[in-house]
């Protein structure tokens, strides 16, 4: 048993360097040269202030040391070390054997204590001790590091499916935003359209006078200065936002119900907004980013109506809410509505109801992850009713709560 202790501590410690500390030269001499036996990296101090400056030049495993020295007592050397390094291990060899050291040591927190003489045993029993406690102790610092990695790495796949996530939710909103364009542009686009055939037909009937035609170029002009408009408004509102300013929230709400002007009037969807003009709305925070959220949620409200394909009325209603700390925006739909399961599903990345070529399922995923996260608020859906003019209506319910307005920390 013995032996093989021996031999344990002898294939262990020969990666340790050890750090020596003893007054009297003829046991630190005799010591060190057992402990070659052991170790191959020893250094020896001749009191404490002595092993005190060699631990601060240098990285142990191991500090042997005496109690009483001069300059600077063991004990007083471990309290300085302790409060550089609170894990290194140290095993005190001392003749004193008064309940006081035992207290004091301990309270420094050694990991052994031997009384001099010493015994060969005695002495291979503390290193056996040190050494277990230097393994445990490596054992959980790459245990510790292992889980770092893993936390590091799927941290780094959580970032990496985020960025995908922002991308495909960009993509989807370039063909939301060519999508409304064309229904921006259907109308004038069709007067376009009959102002060169009424250029034609009055070149057949030669009426084509000077009048006509100056008549015919102004409102042509005007048409396409209008479409002009609608594309630097497009641009305007898919331009991100460089800083965190306060901004209107009636205003961006307003911003983002010009973008879907021309869908809502082709599709005969009619729009209600309800609130208070007493009420304090404003917030702090990328208006760009509230913006898009807000679109998610027309656009959604719009689709369930659209697929509902209903020959009644086709309403989306807006309710926003002074609450005093917070402010609730919510968006109704008389569309299809939300069953409780889809309640529970709707904001999961690439879930959506949709055919393949109509829906990517990220809108609502990256809307609630921005009004978590970024806007430090909350997102819910529910199915409800709304009424206007007393007539009552059926269908889903996005309600956004934001805190008041409040220069938020750069956590945001």
Not at 167 to 192: D, T
Not at 325 to 344: F, K, M, R, T, Y
């Amino acid at each position: 048993m013995f032996e093989e202790k021996i031999a344990k501590i002898h294939k262990l410690s020969r990666g340790l360097k050890l750090l020596y500390v003893e007054d009297n030269e003829s046991v630190r001499v005799t010591n060190i040269e057992l402990l070659k036996n052991f170790f191959t990296d020893i250094d020896s101090a001749n009191d404490g202030h002595e092993g005190f400056e060699k631990f601060k030049q240098s990285n142990y495993d191991i500090i042997i040391t005496d109690i009483n020295m001069p300059h600077l007592s063991g004990i007083e050397m471990i309290d300085l070390i302790r409060e550089i390094d609170k894990d290194v291990t140290i095993l005190i060899v001392s003749a004193y054997s008064e309940i006081e050291y035992f207290t004091s040591s301990i309270k420094v927190g050694i990991q052994g204590y031997v009384i001099k003489p010493t015994s060969m045993e005695q002495l291979m029993d503390a290193l056996d001790n040190c050494i277990d406690f230097i393994e445990d102790k490596r054992s959980k610092k790459e245990y510790q590091e292992s889980l770092e990695h893993q936390v590091d790495r799927e941290s780094k796949k959580r970032e990496e499916t985020e960025a995908l996530l922002i991308q495909q939710s960009k993509m989807a909103s370039m063909g939301e935003m060519i999508g409304n364009i064309a229904h921006q542009w259907r109308q004038p686009l069709n007067e376009l359209a009959l102002l060169i055939q009424s250029c034609k037909s009055a070149y057949q009937r030669d009426m084509l006078s000077e009048e006509f035609i100056d008549n015919r170029v102004s409102k042509g002009m005007l048409l396409i200065d209008k479409m002009s408009d609608t594309i630097e408004n497009f641009r305007n509102f898919y331009s991100p936002s460089k800083n965190r300013l306060s901004f209107s929230l009636i205003e961006s709400i307003e911003k983002s119900l010009a973008i879907f002007e021309g869908s809502f009037r082709n599709n005969d969807i009619e729009l209600s907004i309800e609130y208070d003009e007493e009420g304090l709305y404003t917030f702090y925070g990328y208006s760009d980013e509230f913006e898009q959220v807000f679109v998610n949620l027309l656009s959604n409200a719009k689709d369930s109506i659209v697929e509902k394909n209903s020959m009644g009325d086709r309403i989306i209603h807006i309710k926003i809410l002074d609450q005093g700390e917070s402010i609730e925006i919510e968006v109704c739909d008389n569309g299809l509505g939300l069953s409780e399961a889809l309640q529970h599903k709707v904001f999961e990345p690439y879930f959506t109801t949709k055919d393949d070529d109509q829906g990517t399922g990220i809108g609502l995923y990256m809307s609630k992850e921005i009004v978590d996260k970024h806007l430090k608020g909350s997102i819910e859906a529910s199915n409800g009713t709304f009424k206007i003019k007393d007539k009552e209506y059926t269908g889903a319910s996005f309600k956004i709560i934001l805190p008041h307005f409040k220069e938020l920390d750069d956590e945001l």
